[in-house]
């Protein structure tokens, strides 16, 4: 079964220190970097590399022009980029014509309330397989503002996006399945 690894808004600001970058930052990128790490390890023609880079608006970490708009890591030779401006990476993009439905998706990133959780539920819409890597995606803190001013963290945000993708079909594993989950199954 042909396998990608998608890389969802792994980009500059979205990862600094806060306020500008996610609360789990460190974590959530040191993860990020062992996977992909053991995904470009893999065989050569066991996985492909998708990065997904998001365009906000103006004043958002990823702002089109901004240097927080660019990605962590370059892509290696072979790998591809695409942006996009919607919270699915298969709208208004590429990726549809780039991934068939057979294809496993293993997804890493950010943000889990957003990119990660949409790209996720238009993979399975499509047929594909998925895999969400615990501890490799992660979101901002969220101030609900109509609902008297309620805090909700972010890891309780990243939880509940999880429950939800797995009741909706995707696998979700930890991240001491690498390597694994790209070699030797």
């Known amino acids: 079964m042909p396998r990608t690894l998608l890389v969802l808004g792994y980009q500059a600001g979205f990862v600094a220190a806060p306020p500008m970058g996610i609360p789990s930052a460190s ?8 996977v992909l790490t053991s995904a ?19 004043g958002d970490p990823d702002a089109q022009g901004t240097p927080t708009r660019e990605l962590v890591h370059p892509p290696l030779p072979g790998e591809l980029v695409l942006d996009k401006e919607k919270s699915n990476a ?5 990726l549809a014509e780039l991934i ?6 293993v997804v890493v990133g950010l943000l889990s309330d957003y990119s990660v959780k ?6 399975l819409e499509r047929g594909n397989t998925v895999i969400l890597i615990r501890g490799a995606h992660g979101t901002y803190d969220h101030l609900e503002i109509g609902e ?3 805090f ?3 890891a309780r945000i990243s ?14 594993l930890d991240m001491k399945y690498l390597p694994d989950i790209f070699e030797g199954r």
Do not use: K, W, Y
């Not at 470009?40 to 103006?58: K, L």
């Not at 949409?118 to 993979?123: D, I, K, M, N, S």
């Open 40 to 58: 470009r390890q893999a065989p050569p023609d066991s996985i492909r590399i998708i990065h997904v880079r998001n365009t906000g608006d103006p």
């Open 90 to 94: 298969f709208t208004g993009t590429e």
């Open 152 to 154: 909700t963290p972010a």
């Open 118 to 123: 949409h790209t996720c539920r238009g993979a």
């Open 100 to 105: 068939t439905p057979d294809e496993e998706i």
């Open 27 to 34: 974590i959530v990128t040191a993860n990020i970097d062992l």
């Open 159 to 172: 939880a509940r996006v999880e429950e939800e993708l797995d009741e909706a079909g995707v696998m979700i």
């Open 148 to 150: 008297g001013g309620r």
